[in-house]
């Protein structure tokens, strides 16, 4: 049984920076998509970022240039890098898993759609202070 759990969250000023972590146990596959979605409060759940095993990445345009993914071990650690962070990216943030080549990838590049990733995180929650 694959198993998410994110740590990394916490409370900020805005201009700060903090790192997310998403462990993912459980199973020995070597391809993977990985991606970080969000629930702003009163919000529904939006995509964040992601990347693929293969090495393309995404990420939602309110976060470029703030905001970096990297992998580690295999796939099996995945890390959202935030800065410059703002009060709008207040949330709690969800770590999500696809294990199915392909499976969130379009177009070469993978796609922040909810429906593609069949593993989730319980989520962390991060408070951005103006």
């Known amino acids: 049984q694959v198993h998410l759990e994110e740590t990394g969250g916490g409370s900020v000023q805005a201009g700060g920076s903090l790192t997310l972590s998403c462990a993912a146990s459980?199973?020995?596959?070597?391809?993977?998509?990985m991606g970080w979605f969000r629930r702003p409060p009163g919000k529904g759940r939006e995509g964040v970022a992601a990347?693929?095993?293969?090495?393309?990445?995404t990420y939602t345009n309110s976060v470029k240039g703030r905001f970096t993914l990297s992998v580690d071990n295999g796939g099996k650690t995945v890390y959202l890098q935030m800065t410059d962070l703002k009060p709008e990216d207040t949330a709690i943030y969800y770590c999500?898993?696809?294990?199915?080549?392909?499976?969130?990838?379009?177009?070469?590049?993978?796609?922040?759609?909810?429906?593609?990733?069949?593993?989730w995180g319980q989520g962390t929650e991060v408070t951005v202070s103006s």
């Open positions: 990347i693929d095993s293969t090495g393309p990445s």
């Open positions: 459980g199973h020995t596959y070597r391809t993977y998509c």
């Open positions: 999500a898993a696809v294990y199915l080549p392909g499976r969130c990838m379009e177009d070469g590049a993978p796609v922040l759609e909810e429906f593609r990733f069949g593993y």
